[in-house]
Nanobody, 125 residues
Framework: QVRLVESGGGSVQAGGSTRLSCAAS????????MGWFRQTPEREREGVAL???????TYADSALGRFTISRDNAKNTLYLQMNSVKPDDTARYYC???????????????????WGQGAQVTVST
């Protein structure tokens, strides 16, 4: 069955770095649009970054220049490198996959079919 399992994150000091990983057990993983979303009790779920089958990427303005999304198709793994983290980055981060027929946009969370359980990132000051 399809599974997305996040790992990494945890507590990190403001200005520091951390990396999230997502192990994706999805047949045909390489053709899926993959994204990272985050959510807090106070904010709606928001798209952070995504990477398409052609490895093109899209970042939220809040992430641009600080975060890097990448994928290793040979390992069926998605990554989010988070640098220069800020307290506002504190959230639960979710890995998600959108099927090839779906649109691939950070504004279209509904197009992402599969979701992981999330990994907490807490940025301390």
């Amino acid at each position: 069955q399809v599974r997305l399992v996040e790992s990494g994150g945890g507590s990190v000091q403001a200005g520091g770095s951390t990396r999230l990983s997502c192990a994706a057990s999805i047949p045909g993983y390489s053709v899926y649009c993959m994204g990272w979303f985050r959510q807090t009790p106070e904010r709606e779920r928001e798209g952070v970054a995504l990477i398409r089958r052609d490895h093109s990427t899209t970042y939220a303005d809040s992430a641009l220049g600080r975060f890097t999304i990448s994928r290793d198709n040979a390992k069926n793994t998605l990554y989010l490198q988070m640098n220069s983290v800020k307290p506002d980055d504190t959230a639960r981060y979710y890995c998600a996959a959108a099927a090839p027929l779906s649109l691939c946009t950070l504004r279209g969370a509904s197009y992402f079919t599969y979701w992981g359980q999330g990994a907490q990132v807490t940025v301390s000051t």
